[in-house]
């Protein structure tokens, strides 16, 4: 077979001692940054984009893609033991995860994130290996509409996403939209709304919002509860590894996960950030078994399913960068830049002229997943044990490591001012009840919807009937508003209720 | 943001003074009331922007004004929805926003603001470049003063001691970032 064959001519450049090690120097780098909040996948790897220079091509991208899981995963970490998403695709693992993490399982949500990424990984780099070509045709069918729905889609699942008011969150979803317009307008270079700031001008940093946000947000939040009621984490941990109970509830979480990262992950334009959103919302819809906690509160399918699609959105994000040679995100736009410095021209003929370097990626990515796993597992017994650091010893610490990932990504004391007012943003909407999550969604796709958007009606001459006379992007919004109906209806019937009891 | 919502709390206070006799109007959640308000003052500010020093343009040919003046007027009036419902559906608990914790506030973006103007330097009041050092310093010592309870000052210095040493060995030593560690005037 052709894929055998591919297979081990991958695994005969990616498993030589020298590659090992470089793959093992990369996660090993990667998760040591992933962990440092603020510093992510695109800023480590710009970073050590240099060193990379001196090596052959093959071991420079098996060392950048190990940094690229290992970022993810450290991500992951913080995610779930502080609350900090060091990325954007984290964002969603915070919400069961830290809940867990507070009553004292966050050992197995650690290890339900780890395995999850692990099965999810294999699962894509097979998909990636066997199908690289032919889905590569998948992406073609996309045009601007269907970017468009398929974007309207992830904004109404993060709409799910929310425990609360549904108008609130929506409203919140507008509001992330618009301050990610923020800066300048890419087709005319007018800077928009940035108040004659000059640093604005770039827009808003993810960084500067996600640390604000959620990391200051949440200790102004905790500090503010007096003694007894503050209660960040319960004492008690309960056991470092899942339980065969949580097992049997991970699995189809995993797999369902799984399965939708590895498709939207084909998809240019954040497909693993919708992923795990995506995968999210659809583990909310699923009923639960009786006894189970819901999501929200600490569930560990919240963990499980998006940190596989995640991870399986990561895998198959390669297939429009190798096949098409279209970045689908900023860390992929950097590995072409890795690539051109090599002289290599990513795009379709990678797979033919340079067969080594193609296998030998993919296969050096199976080799990553393998040792992230094999390296995390025995970690989590040290990651528990910093919950157990006094919370007045690890809030200020906190602090630290946001104020420096945020002056570091840019080198620029503006930030810091701008995390400071996220921070107080944060604080507000805590106070009123206003959830974060889907602000920070629709702040990481407002760029990308105007852009689909503009180009989608420019091309249909500003008839918006394209939207539902095109069957794919028709269908994706009959999701989007099916979603919507099935979180209005019991939001209908209880308001009915409230204002029944006024009477 | 929050200057506006502290001008809400009070807002709030008035109204649910004033028609505290005829019950109908009567605020019922105090936070949806005022995140009504946030919404409707920051989507209106959005669509006053974008229609006053934009071009809109038309759906074939958007300028850069279109979609934030779509998006600031549905942020509008979904503001306008939020408040509408604050003022009739009933909550249970009155929806309160409660106190403000000014203390941890104040003192966790005032941390952070310290950080960034000694690390960086400000000019325009001519505070040069103190150096990571310095600035850990600072931050950690008032951060920490945000939990009176259990503020120490002994051990927030040996706290702010470790936080250098790693900060140094991790962000200088080992990852390389450009950070200044000691004053610029020192000369180092």
Redesign the interface.
């Known amino acids: 077979m052709d894929l055998l064959a591919n297979l081990a001519t991958g695994f005969s450049v990616a498993a030589t001692p020298i590659n090992l090690l470089y793959a093992l120097v990369g996660c090993l780098l990667g998760t040591l ?1 992933g962990v ?1 909040p603020g510093i992510g996948p695109v800023a480590t790897i710009a ?1 050590l984009l240099p060193v990379t220079y001196a090596l052959p091509p093959e071991s420079a991208l098996i060392m950048l893609a190990g940094i690229y899981y290992g970022a993810q995963y450290g991500g992951s970490t913080t995610a779930i033991l502080v609350n900090l998403p060091g990325e954007s695709s984290s964002v969603v693992t915070t919400i069961d995860g830290y809940q867990m993490a507070r009553q004292g399982r966050a050992g197995p949500a650690l290890a339900a994130a780890g395995l999850g990424s692990f099965f999810a990984g294999c699962v894509g780099t097979l998909l990636l290996a066997a199908f690289a070509a032919p889905l590569t045709e998948m992406a073609f069918a996309f045009g601007p509409a269907e970017y468009c729905a398929l974007m309207v889609l992830g904004l109404v699942g993060a709409v799910v996403l929310a425990s609360g ?1 549904l ?2 969150a ?2 919140m979803i ?2 992330g ?2 301050l990610g ?1 923020v800066g300048t ?1 890419v ?2 270079g ?1 800077a ?2 940035t108040l004659d700031i000059p640093e604005l001008a770039d827009g808003i940093g993810f960084v500067a919002v996600a640390m604000g946000v959620f990391g ?1 947000g949440e ?3 905790n ?2 509860k ?2 007894e009621d503050r209660e960040v984490f319960t004492a008690k941990v309960q056991g470092l590894m899942p339980t065969r109970e949580d097992f049997r509830q991970m699995m189809p979480a995993v797999l369902r996960g799984t399965a939708l990262g590895s498709v939207l992950g084909i998809l240019p334009g954040g497909g693993a950030v919708l992923a795990s959103f995506a995968a999210y919302t659809l583990e909310k819809k699923i009923k639960l078994k009786p006894g189970e906690v819901p999501l929200g509160q600490g569930n560990i399918r919240g963990v499980a399913s998006p940190e596989s699609a995640n991870n399986a959105g990561a895998q198959t994000s390669f297939i429009p960068l190798l096949t098409l040679g279209i970045p689908p995100n900023a860390v992929m736009a950097l590995m072409v830049g890795a690539m051109t410095i090599h002289n290599i021209q990513p795009g379709p003929q990678v797979m033919t002229v340079n067969p080594e370097l193609f296998w030998g990626l993919i296969a050096s990515m199976w080799i990553g997943n393998l040792m992230l796993v094999v390296l995390n597992l025995p970690m989590i017994g040290i990651w528990i044990k910093l919950l157990t650091v ?4 690890l ?3 906190i ?2 490591f ?3 990932g945020v ?2 990504t840019n ?3 503006f ?3 701008l ?2 007012m996220f ?3 944060g ?2 909407f805590h ?4 959830e974060p999550a889907p602000l920070l969604l629709g702040f990481i796709l407002g760029p990308m ?2 852009e689909y ?2 180009r989608a ?2 091309l ?5 009937s394209v939207f539902i006379t095109r069957p794919l992007s028709a269908a994706l919004l009959a999701v989007a508003l099916l979603l919507i109906v099935m979180v209005l209806l019991p939001a209908i019937k209880s ?1 009915r209720e ?2 029944f ?2 009477d | 943001m929050a200057q506006g919502a502290q001008a809400l709390g009070g807002l709030g206070d008035n109204a649910s003074l004033s028609v505290a006799k005829r019950r109908i109007v009567s605020i019922k959640s105090e936070k949806d009331f005022a995140s009504g308000l946030l919404f409707i003052v920051t989507g209106g500010g959005f669509t006053w922007v974008s229609l006053s020093s934009y071009t809109v343009g038309s759906a074939s040919q958007m300028g850069p004004g279109y979609v934030p003046l779509v998006l600031g007027l549905v942020l509008a009036m979904l503001g306008g929805l939020i408040l509408f419902f604050s003022l009739v559906v009933e909550t249970p608990d009155g929806g309160k926003i409660g106190e403000i914790a000014w203390r941890p506030l104040l003192c966790i973006l005032g941390a952070n603001l310290a950080f960034g103007a000694l690390l960086g330097g400000v000019e325009s009041i001519g505070l040069p470049s103190m150096g990571l050092v310095v600035a850990i310093v600072a931050l950690t010592v008032i951060a920490a003063m945000a939990d009176s309870t259990a503020f120490d000052i002994r051990h927030v210095l040996v706290l702010a001691a470790v936080l250098a040493g790693g900060s140094y060995g991790i962000f200088i030593a080992l990852l390389g970032l450009q950070m200044p560690l000691w004053p610029a005037f020192l000369a180092l």
């Open positions: 940054i440092l970073m008011s108008l609130k929506i409203a507008i509001l939209l618009l317009l307008d087709n005319s007018l928009r709304f200051y200790i102004i939040t500090l503010a007096t003694g006094p919370y007045h010893y809030f200020p610490s602090v630290l946001c104020a420096v002056y570091t080198n620029a004391t930030d810091i001012a995390v400071a921070g107080m943003a604080y507000v106070k009123l009840g206003c919807l105007e958007l503009k009606l420019k249909a001459r500003g008839d918006w308001k409230e204002a009891v006024e």
